[in-house]
């Protein structure tokens, strides 16, 4: 087997925005402390009419990957075999793709037929996407049979990708830590200071976009069972997709509204910290998931974290040592561990839990899963 030394990384980058830009640019920056890695990205990642949204966040520069080259349009054919050229005279030994939705199908398996004798890895955030939808399964095999190796990141996803290829060689680690938000110079004090909690509050977390999968419904009814208690709070901060009107409704029916504060926004990077920061444990009540990102920030900001017991979230959360797990849609059982951590002083032990494991979490083990899974091609 050859050296492996030139790397080429393909998709989203900063001024991206979301949590797979943000993976791809820590991969590339972990990789490059050893290898010559080059970071290849989109110059158009969606068509307007298909992602509406603001798809860059130029906040945080901290997160710009040295000399990207912003090659790929997602929906022009000529484009992508112009793109695959370039980047086969780089002479990579290694292709790593991100890969998350059947979107990119068409084009990563024209590029692919053109890279020539360098072996592709795709990394894939999820193996089959949240919200499925006819051909998605056709599409996702006819691009992964033509990889030589899978990262994946959950025991979910190496069964839907063993689904589709059975011989396929892969290896599974958890998400690394997204370390990127974690200034450090921001206190617990400060943050609660900035969005108006105070000292005493028993504060939860929901972060992110709100979609259906996500389970918002379930936490906003199981805090209605434990609204007794004293100075607790809940923030949900992240922008809506869908009918936000069904959660205030909720809201108004479970009589929470003055213990709940909304931050219906994307939440720029510079921005993610102080919500953090000012939490005491966040929740994830999602209804399916492969993994998720928040759960690895929580842990970089030493925040203990509730999820349900749904794709790979079991697989990253130590029950009753770095958090809970608790079966999905069961409002009950959220509402009974949000009560045992803060009535039983669950913090100090959790974080001290968290630190413990921190390298099972760190880039460095996923470069070293990446030089394995290249010794097995």
Request: charged share 30%.
């Amino acid at each position: 087997m050859e050296k492996l030394d030139d790397i080429v990384v393909i998709g989203p980058v900063y001024p991206y925005k979301g949590g797979i830009a943000h993976y791809t640019g820590l991969l590339c920056k972990n990789l490059s402390k050893k290898y010559h890695v080059q970071a290849v990205s989109y110059k158009l990642q969606y068509p307007k009419f298909l992602y509406k949204k603001e798809q860059k966040d130029f906040s945080n520069k901290n997160l710009e990957v040295k000399d990207t080259r912003f090659l790929i349009h997602s929906a022009n054919p000529f484009n992508w075999i112009r793109s695959a050229r370039t980047i086969k005279k780089m002479n990579p030994k290694l292709i790593i793709i991100q890969w998350w939705h059947p979107y990119f199908a068409p084009c990563y398996w024209v590029m692919r037929k053109f890279f020539g004798k360098a072996k592709v890895i795709y990394s894939c955030h999820n193996v089959f996407p949240h919200e499925r939808f006819p051909l998605d399964r056709l599409l996702t095999k006819m691009v992964l049979k033509g990889g030589d190796g899978f990262i994946v990141h959950s025991e979910k996803d190496a069964a839907d990708l063993r689904s589709i290829k059975k011989q396929a060689k892969y290896v599974k680690t958890v998400l690394p830590s997204f370390s990127l938000f974690n200034t450090g110079e921001m206190s617990r004090e400060k943050a609660r200071k900035l969005l108006g909690i105070k000292a005493e509050d028993k504060v939860l977390l929901f972060f992110g976009l709100v979609r259906p999968y996500k389970g918002l419904q379930y936490l906003l009814k199981a805090f209605g069972k434990i609204k007794d208690m004293a100075d607790l709070r809940l923030l949900i901060a992240g922008s809506f997709s869908g009918d936000k009107q069904e959660y205030l409704d909720i809201l108004s029916e479970e009589k929470i509204q003055d213990k709940v504060t909304i931050y219906d926004a994307y939440i720029p990077d510079t921005e993610v910290e102080k919500y953090f920061q000012a939490s005491d444990l966040v929740v994830l009540p999602y209804v399916s998931a492969t993994q998720s990102a928040v759960v690895q920030t929580a842990f970089d900001f030493e925040k203990p974290v509730i999820v349900t017991n749904v794709g790979g979230l079991p697989e990253v959360v130590m029950d009753g040592q770095t958090g809970y797990v608790v079966p999905a849609e069961n409002v009950q059982a959220i509402a009974d561990k949000i009560r045992e951590f803060f009535e039983e002083n669950k913090k100090d032990t959790f974080v001290e839990n968290i630190r413990r494991e921190s390298y099972k979490y760190s880039w460095d083990r996923m470069r070293e899963c990446i030089e394995k899974l290249y010794k097995m091609m």
